[in-house]
């Protein structure tokens, strides 16, 4: 019995921590470069800018949102 609350617990704990992870995402430029970033990228309407954590460097970034071909969620 006290094995599986354990179990359990522990489950559900796991299923908590996943649940909170963001996924990464490609940015595709309209130059034809992608980026891949940690978390979904944030969209500023008043300045146009699009700002985002680089994957690689770990250092948040902006780009123009014209500049933005298209954003995808990654399978990880």
Do not use: F
Request: charged share 20%; proline share 1%; with cysteine.
């Amino acid at each position: 019995m006290r094995t599986q609350l354990l179990l359990a617990s522990s489950l559900t704990a796991a299923a908590l921590l996943m649940g909170g992870c963001s996924s990464n995402q490609a940015v595709k430029t309209t130059d034809g470069h992608t980026i891949v970033t940690d978390g979904k990228p944030q969209v500023d309407n008043d300045t146009g800018l699009v700002s985002y954590e680089n994957a690689e460097t770990g250092k948040t970034e902006q780009i123009n949102r014209d500049q933005v071909k298209s954003m995808n969620e990654l399978d990880n």
